[in-house]
């Protein structure tokens, strides 16, 4: 089966963007190290990406098994067991035909040479009772590069793919035809291969919505085709088509005749005017899609915001603090040399360890270089965060509180991730701290030594613990927390 994508606009780098309607059906997720190999092609100027977390050194021996049985317990187990001189890639299972049958899927491929791997697989997979639905060979490919990554949520970063590619197709013949700053994305979930074809240059994608009526598809494909279109990967569905119409979405490159701007100008003409009114079809042109408008899907009413160019590489360096991949908590407060201050910080700081969380903080006063703190350092931290709790505490009003709390509870509060405002009860008239605080949810702790009491209900760590307990379960914030 082959999921087809957008034509989409590649990085200048050589990072490696993964849509997420292909790594759903690859099951790219983050941390999964894949191959990325440059492989030649016959009909087409220049090679192909191709990423899989199959090793294509091995593809000339790796076979796809795909084979049922009635469905009943230990149907993978059957399938598999017994074959130690296979060495198994991948497999799959499910139960089908309304629960009767359990269809088996692996890949493998043997461990040493053999006279017959299908006919040895064949034997055993008959002597389990199972039937043979299709055993697939691959045809290893000719390999130009070949190179390992790791996926990072939906990128594969820094394989060095396109230094070698430049270098390959230097001056080469046609090659200034193709366009290499985009590429059509297809899924094999048959092969298992993420594909990267690049197009020649002034590709388009073209989408034409129409009536679902015969011979519609025809008439579009004629057009085409006396504008020597070529289709590199064409859609017919029904998803995000009025009742009773179709729509068509094709990425095309052209091979000759008009220029570009011309050609594209009257195949949009030819389309809306020369074909029959009845049948209203609608056109549309793109020169392709940004490829980090693929790596996530929006939800309908979701504003997104996106993190700066400029906090990239801090919030890289944040996360690879984080190796375990824990929740992370921002403390956010003002540093002052107030006692109490400090001693509830540390309470907090303490639940936040024993929850099992990570703390992210903005260094102490002793290291803000000339009084300050830099920008990017913040800004890494809070987008690195998962959710925030914001301290206010001082002997004072003017200690307890300054401006980038209240940017702070801000920034979480528009990112929809929970966040809490600690009030520790020494400070004076907290109702006037910033002009809406009767909205934002607030717990108080407590008054003199009660606060590090860790057995008091207002203490500030039995507070903070509570709050983290309720963010694990998906419930904050929720009302009053039950202490």
């Excluded at 980038?404 to 509060?413: D, R, T």
């Excluded at 020494?426 to 008054?447: F, H, M």
């Excluded at 009491?453 to 307990?469: C, E, H, P, Q």
């Amino acid at each position: 089966m082959q999921v087809l994508g957008a034509l989409v606009k590649l990085p200048k780098n050589s990072d490696l963007p993964l849509p997420w309607w292909h790594r759903a059906t690859l099951g790219l997720e983050t941390g999964t190290w894949c191959y990325v190999a440059l492989v030649q092609t016959s009909r087409r100027p220049v090679a192909e990406l191709n990423v899989s977390v199959l090793d294509p050194d091995k593809w000339n021996q790796m076979l796809s098994v795909k084979c049922v049985a009635p469905d009943e317990p230990g149907c993978v187990l059957k399938a598999t067991r017994g074959l130690a001189d296979f060495n198994i890639e991948l497999a799959e299972g499910v139960t089908v035909s309304a629960g009767e049958r359990h269809e088996v899927t692996f890949f493998c491929h043997p461990v040493s040479s053999m006279a017959d791997p299908r006919a040895r697989l064949e034997e055993h997979l008959k002597k389990q009772g199972f039937s043979i639905v299709q055993i697939e060979g691959y045809e290893k490919p000719t390999i130009l590069t070949l190179d390992r990554g790791v996926v990072e949520s939906g990128w594969i970063r820094n394989v060095n793919w396109r230094s070698g590619f430049n270098e390959r197709y230097k001056g080469a013949k046609d090659v200034e035809s193709i366009d290499c700053s985009k590429a059509v994305i297809s899924a094999d979930t048959t092969s298992r291969v993420l594909r990267f074809v690049f197009p020649r240059r002034d590709a388009r994608r073209i989408r034409v919505d129409h009536r679902n009526e015969p011979g519609v598809m025809r008439q579009i494909l004629d057009v085409f085709h006396r504008h020597q279109l070529n289709i590199l990967s064409l859609l017919l569905r029904h998803g995000g088509a009025k009742p009773k119409h179709a729509v068509l979405v094709a990425v095309c490159e052209p091979t000759g005749g008009l220029p570009p701007k011309d050609l594209y100008s009257e195949l949009m003409r030819e389309l809306h005017h020369h074909l029959d009114p009845g049948l209203m079809v609608r056109a549309q042109e793109s020169d392709g899609i940004e490829s980090v408008r693929t790596i996530t899907p929006r939800r309908a009413n979701t504003v997104v915001a996106h993190i700066p160019l400029p906090l990239i590489e801090a919030l890289r360096e944040v996360k690879s603090l984080n190796p375990n991949d824990r929740r992370t908590v921002f403390l956010s407060r003002r540093f002052n040399r107030g006692r109490r201050a400090e001693l509830v910080a540390a309470e907090i700081r303490a639940a936040i360890a024993d929850s099992g969380f990570m703390l992210l903080e903005l260094p102490g006063e002793a290291d803000i270089d000339c009084g300050r703190i830099l920008f990017s350092m913040v800004s890494a931290k809070m987008w690195a965060a998962d959710t925030a709790i914001v301290l206010i505490a001082g002997d004072s009003n003017e200690e307890a509180v300054g401006m980038n709390l209240a940017h702070e509870y801000g920034f979480f509060q528009g990112q929809g991730k929970p966040v809490v405002l600690l009030v520790d009860s020494e400070v004076k008239d907290p109702d006037k701290l910033w002009s809406n605080i009767q909205g934002v949810y607030t717990q108080r702790i407590s008054a003199k030594d009660p606060a590090f009491d860790r057995n008091d209900v207002g203490s500030a760590y039995r507070i903070s613990a509570t709050w983290l307990k309720h963010v694990q379960r998906g419930r904050a914030p929720d009302g009053v927390l039950d202490v």
